[in-house]
């Protein structure tokens, strides 16, 4: 595999907590960021004990809370600590997290986040309740918040999500797939829950209509890039990082962006094709995936198309340049390449 992508995709990951990023973002919402944790768990418990053993499993297999740290700073531009920022914060990390259980139903998952899935431990039937339940302790989140904008900007990101879903199964399987289909679905499945995130602080921060479009373009575009840099590593083997088993996504028919470029190899397109059409998913029938005539220029194109969406997102924090909440947002998509959150 060309060393280039070597360098960007295949560097030990590194604990949060040590890296200079980590250390500005405690610096500036240390205190927000320990509140929505406290609110998070607060908002995880459940009466009804096998609902609590659910709980208990998603709580300790939590990711990194991007969501929240995005719709944290995109509300710290002005010196406003509201109790509603807070709220919104956990509200979007439960919505995050009852998409993925979701998810992991539709796509028959059976790790996330390298421990086993709820589906795969307590059953479709339970596993649609925990989410369902996360997205009730959610909007009661929201509906605390007495914000009309929040909740229709949250409201919209899911409904957003699960046309998402939908299309990600009409398209199953589907060898005519083009860039422009890929790029609506990612958007719809995994940047408009993050441009939600950012426009939703804006909100509450009381920033104007033109900041927080800003705002939004600046998250959507940090979305696009995140799900096409974790499609690549579906692909190279970084299942430590996605939290997936490697190869995951095209088990499940999806087609995502490296792959409609090999499908547009005249050499190996017709390899896989024949692949997708037999469902014939076995480690020796893809070894050509690894072949880097193959897997290279699919790679670098589908790297350079992340890099363009990393450069639209920054182009729209112009409008807060000087401010220490830019620059974080600014370094958190120069971060997304190489997976650190």
């Not at 979007?92 to 899935?117: N, W």
Request: hydrophobic content about 40%.
């Amino acid at each position: 595999m060309d060393e280039v992508i070597k360098t960007v995709l295949f560097k030990e990951v590194m604990a949060l907590e040590k890296n200079e990023l980590w250390l500005k973002i405690q610096e500036i919402l240390g205190a927000k960021l320990e509140e929505t944790e406290e609110l998070l768990q607060d908002y995880t418990v459940s009466n009804v004990v096998i609902m609590q053993d659910l709980m208990d499993h998603i709580v300790s297999s939590s990711g990194k809370r991007l969501r929240p740290i995005l719709l944290l700073l995109s509300g710290s531009f002005k010196p406003v600590h509201s109790e509603n920022l807070i709220r919104a914060a956990a509200a979007v990390e439960l919505i995050h997290t009852a998409s993925l259980i979701h998810d992991d139903i539709l796509d028959e998952s059976q790790e996330r986040r390298g421990k086993p899935s709820i589906n795969a431990l307590w059953g479709n039937r339970l596993a649609v309740l925990a989410g369902d339940f996360l997205f009730s302790r959610a909007f009661e989140l929201v509906a605390l918040c007495r914000n009309y904008e929040l909740l229709k900007v949250l409201s919209r990101a899911i409904g957003t999500m699960c046309e998402g879903e939908i299309e990600q199964v009409r398209f199953a399987f589907n060898l005519q797939l083009n860039e422009q289909q890929y790029m609506q679905n990612i958007y719809r499945k995994t940047a408009a829950l993050m441009e939600a995130c950012c426009s939703a602080g804006g909100r509450l921060a009381g920033l104007d209509d033109a900041a927080v479009l800003q705002l939004e373009a600046y998250g959507r575009n940090l979305g696009l890039a995140f799900q096409i840099t974790d499609d690549i590593l579906d692909i190279t083997g970084e299942s430590l990082i996605t939290g997936k088993p490697v190869g995951n996504d095209l088990r499940e028919g999806i087609i995502t962006l490296p792959l409609i470029y090999v499908l547009e190899d005249p050499i190996w397109g017709p390899y896989l094709k024949e692949s997708i059409e037999k469902r014939d998913f076995s480690p020796s029938t893809l070894e050509f995936l690894q072949h880097p005539s193959c897997i290279n220029e699919p790679l670098k194109r589908s790297l350079n198309k992340a890099r363009l969406c990393l450069e639209t997102a920054r182009e729209y924090l112009s409008g807060f340049t000087g401010t220490v909440e830019g620059e974080i947002l600014d370094s958190l998509a120069g971060y997304v390449l190489q997976r650190k959150l």
